[in-house]
């Protein structure tokens, strides 16, 4: 069995959110599918440890943002590198509600749901939810999962369906044993013109926001 | 709400196979998901209508193709636009026999499942597959299924989650008002430099391999 094959599914980079109470929260998910047309239905698998699982739970609804190419890959990290138990990830990322939901502005569509069924697996929850309200937000082109890795060059945390442990090194000659740094919060690679030295002090990932100090020197 | 906020989910182009009895069949699909990394497991949405879908039920496993870019797109019509009831479709795609299920020779990968538990809705079952076996085929990169609508120019049959009935038109100045050919049966839309009717009369639709008598003229 080769676990590299399952690189080959196609996905899109979405934040699922749903309130926390009173308070929204999310978390970033590459894994939703329509299921049905006619009553539209859409399908979410968010795992066990995500507090958004419980909070999904709890609310009975949640809302699909879907990124676009151009929106800010630090909303990815927002959402996919810390817990939304003890931040409020909504803090930095502007949204508004929509269908009664908390959804992403610089999304490009979203979908609000009503959950109808689940399944559950050991570490994830199928979630069927039952479409509320849905639009497009933008003409923006929808960002999908092999984008996000390819240009954006982000990773996937642990808790992603997709998540294999030893990512293969993909090396060409040219590529071979070079020096790079790399996030130690979110797995982002550095890989700006000016060399990472001469970077300001001040400079933050990317992807997760956290500062220049969390980056280590690896070869790649 | 606005339907056309679902196409901006992201999905790919996949061949869902299993066994009738002896004979492979299967259809074409848009979405499979991973749900769990470990153990692993995909998800799966077909419609009661398929004959896949009581194929599955019957064998307890399936099979995901995954369909590259530079796939023979008459892949598609073969398996999404008649049904494996009344046509042995694997006649005319080759396959070969992986984890002991039919699997497409064109894919890019493949991903074999037995089938673990199940979610029924109004019209599609999401089947929920562990994984048996699992390789990579090519270095080919997997078709999306946006690039199946805009480079492909494929449509969606009826029962898949992801048809919207009256499909906007897409219009541009230049387009505006012209007349185009269309495949009455898969809804392939020719695009040609050689007018439609200097076609040799054995022209056959690139999708679903229609004649060319099935054509109709229409203002696109």
Same mark, same amino acid.
């Given at each position: 069995? /080769?676990?590299? !094959?399952?690189?080959?599914?196609?996905?899109?980079?979405?934040? =699922?959110?749903?309130?926390?109470?009173?308070?929204?929260?999310? #978390?970033?998910?590459?894994?939703?599918?329509?299921?049905? *047309? *006619?009553?539209?239905?859409?399908?979410? *698998?968010? /795992?066990?440890?995500?507090?958004? /699982?419980?909070? =999904?739970?709890?609310?009975?609804?949640?809302?699909?943002?879907?990124? !676009?190419?151009?929106?800010?890959? *630090?909303?990815?990290?927002?959402?996919?590198?810390?817990?939304?138990?003890?931040? /409020?990830?909504?803090?930095?990322?502007?949204?508004?509600?929509?269908?009664?939901?908390?959804?992403?502005?610089?999304?490009?569509?979203?979908?609000? #749901? $009503?959950? =109808?069924?689940?399944?559950? %697996?050991?570490?994830? %929850?199928?979630?069927?939810?039952?479409?509320?309200?849905?639009?497009?937000?933008? !003409?923006?082109?929808?960002?999908?999962?092999?984008?996000?890795? +390819?240009?954006?060059?982000? +990773?996937?945390?642990?808790?992603?369906?997709?998540? =294999?442990?030893? @990512?293969?090194?993909? $090396?060409?000659?040219? @590529? !071979?044993?070079?020096?790079?740094?790399?996030?130690?919060? #979110?797995?982002?690679?550095?890989?700006?013109?000016?060399?990472?030295? $001469?970077?300001?002090?001040?400079?933050?990932?990317?992807?997760?926001?956290?500062?220049?100090?969390?980056?280590?020197?690896? @070869?790649?």
């Amino acid at each position: 069995m /080769n676990n590299n !094959a399952f690189r080959n599914l196609s996905y899109g980079v979405y934040i =699922i959110s749903t309130w926390d109470g009173e308070r929204p929260t999310g #978390c970033t998910a590459n894994s939703a599918m329509q299921i049905t *047309s *006619s009553p539209a239905t859409i399908a979410i *698998s968010i /795992n066990h440890d995500n507090y958004t /699982n419980q909070c =999904i739970e709890k609310s009975g609804r949640f809302a699909i943002s879907i990124l !676009a190419e151009d929106s800010d890959p *630090s909303i990815i990290g927002t959402f996919g590198f810390q817990t939304g138990k003890d931040v /409020n990830k909504f803090d930095s990322v502007a949204y508004e509600v929509r269908g009664e939901m908390p959804v992403v502005k610089e999304g490009c569509a979203y979908v609000t #749901c $009503e959950v =109808i069924n689940k399944m559950e %697996t050991d570490t994830h %929850t199928v979630f069927l939810g039952k479409v509320v309200d849905a639009d497009v937000l933008s !003409a923006g082109v929808p960002m999908t999962y092999a984008y996000y890795h +390819k240009v954006v060059k982000g +990773k996937s945390p642990k808790n992603a369906p997709t998540y =294999i442990a030893e @990512e293969p090194k993909e $090396e060409t000659k040219e @590529e !071979a044993k070079s020096i790079k740094y790399v996030c130690s919060v #979110c797995g982002y690679v550095y890989d700006g013109d000016i060399p990472f030295e $001469e970077l300001p002090d001040d400079y933050k990932c990317p992807i997760c926001k956290k500062p220049k100090a969390v980056f280590v020197k690896k @070869e790649v």
